[in-house]
């Protein structure tokens, strides 16, 4: 089984562009069954969960060919609308498949999505959404069956602004009868980018990031362009974990393409810990402090709050802050798994329900540790550059759905780190 093996003690300095955005690109992949044209998808990373996503569009029968960050839909048509439950089963993601297929092709078949290591992770929103556009909805040993002629735009409340569950709504109200209003939608950026996306070929939505997202349904969507190109926003949670990391090792670190706007709750608690953020246009510089000050409270919330994807990153920085520090996991249930392994390297957290109280240390000695989900192991790697000797970290696999080579990105910015 394949490790990262990391040695403390080396600050991050340089410069780096960051690969797309995952949360972007897979829903924008989900929708584009709904073009007619052949399409261009760039900035597309090259990740496990990205793979998962082009074999689930290919075992419908799209024509999809993957070219280093480009995905190319040579053909858009399906022959079956059921997605494999081994598929189903590899990627949560898969769910977005829903909106898209029941829209265009009026059925829909899936499979149940289980829980995570994070969460139960719920779909209530996404069927209720689609029941509402018209959608009747079977569920029978654990496959949901969904049919409707023709979908009709409605008015649709979240009672939580879930991101998936928007997305799903907004792809499949782009080709229902008539106008669908979402109340209460999530305003992620990755949300503005796949509305972006179904703008380009041929949709029309309105209002994405705001609290009210407008849905023009169309029953064909062609951009009259030919042939459509359209490039994935930067991954803000990969330049997040990299500009903590800057922080944490009181290096020195320009990040080339991301957006600024995008992290303003990250670069926010980034200063509060003492750290110099300089923005540019398209890029921002993180220099670390000697010495990182303890963060009082940090509450993770829906966008434009602080983001849950930072939260295990933010706690590894607070476990060599001075002081204690408190952290309230909002979103998911289940998500300090990543304690229990920052415990085994020296840090002092205790978890009450949704609170983590992390009392800072010294430093971090190095450790054998397991990274239980994809941000839980980013956390234990930052965790690794900063910690006395040697670090090994087990079941990268979880990792390699979200970070595209991840000691590559930090042996750029000086860290000794390998894969064995
Ligand atoms: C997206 O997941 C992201 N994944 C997650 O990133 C991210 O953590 C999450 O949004 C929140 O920002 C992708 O975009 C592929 P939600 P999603 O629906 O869509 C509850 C990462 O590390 N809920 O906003 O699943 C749910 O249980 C991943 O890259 C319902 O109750 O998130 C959870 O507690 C991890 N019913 C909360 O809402 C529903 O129908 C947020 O879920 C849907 C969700």
Redesign the pocket.
């Known amino acids: 089984m394949e490790r990262l093996v990391i040695r403390g003690g080396n600050s991050l300095q340089g410069s780096l562009r960051v690969h797309g955005s ?2 972007a690109a ?2 924008i992949l989900a929708a584009s069954v709904l073009v007619d044209e052949p399409c261009t998808i760039s900035g597309v990373p090259n990740l496990l ?1 990205i793979q998962a996503m082009i074999n689930i569009l290919k075992s419908l029968g799209m024509e999809v060919v993957q070219e280093n960050d480009r995905v190319n839909i040579l053909n858009a048509k399906v022959s079956t609308t059921n997605v494999p439950d081994e598929l189903m089963r590899k990627m ?2 898969s769910i977005f498949l829903m909106g898209p297929l029941l829209a265009k092709y009026g059925s829909v078949t899936v499979s149940r999505p289980g829980g995570c290591a ?10 209720n959404g689609l029941k509402a556009l018209g959608a009747s909805i079977i569920e029978v040993n654990g496959f949901i069956h969904c049919e409707a002629k023709r979908l009709r735009g409605a008015d649709i409340y979240l009672d ?6 928007t ?1 799903n709504i907004m792809m499949a109200a782009s080709m229902a009868e008539g106008v669908t209003e979402i109340i209460n939608p ?1 305003r ?1 950026p ?1 949300i503005i980018d796949l509305a972006n996306f179904i703008n380009s070929i041929g949709g029309r939505i309105e209002g994405a990031g705001t609290d009210r997202i407008t849905i023009y349904g169309k029953s064909k969507l062609n951009s009259n362009q030919g042939h459509i190109h359209y490039e994935v926003i930067s991954d803000r ?1 990969v330049a997040g974990t990299i500009m903590v990391g800057a922080a944490m090792t009181n290096g020195d670190v320009i990040i080339e393409n991301a957006n600024p706007v995008y992290l303003s709750s990250v670069i926010s608690k980034l200063k509060q810990v003492g750290a110099e953020v300089i923005i540019k246009d398209h890029s921002i510089r993180v220099i670390g402090p000697k010495e990182l000050d303890k963060i009082d409270r940090i509450v993770t919330a ?2 434009p709050g602080f ?3 930072m939260q295990p990153q933010l706690m590894s920085m607070l476990t060599i802050a001075k002081g204690t520090s408190i952290i309230k996991e909002s ?3 289940e998500r300090f798994k990543h304690v229990e392994q920052l415990l085994r390297m020296g840090a002092k957290i205790n978890v009450d329900l949704n609170l983590a109280f992390i009392r800072g240390v010294e430093r971090l000695q190095g450790s054998t540790v397991k990274a239980t ?3 839980a192991g980013a956390s234990l790697v930052l965790a690794g550059l900063v910690a006395e000797g040697e670090t090994e970290i087990e079941s990268v696999y979880h990792i390699d759905r ?1 970070y595209e080579n991840i000691e590559g990105m930090f042996r750029k910015l000086g860290a000794d780190i390998t894969r064995k």
Request: charge should be negative; proline fraction near 10%; hydrophobic fraction near 30%.
């Open positions: 995952k949360n897979l829903p969960d949560r993601s994070i969460g139960s992770r719920r779909i209530d929103l996404h069927l939580f602004p879930s991101v998936g569950a997305e999530a992620e990755e949670i829906p966008y983001p849950t994807d979103v998911f249930e989900d994809l941000r979200g």
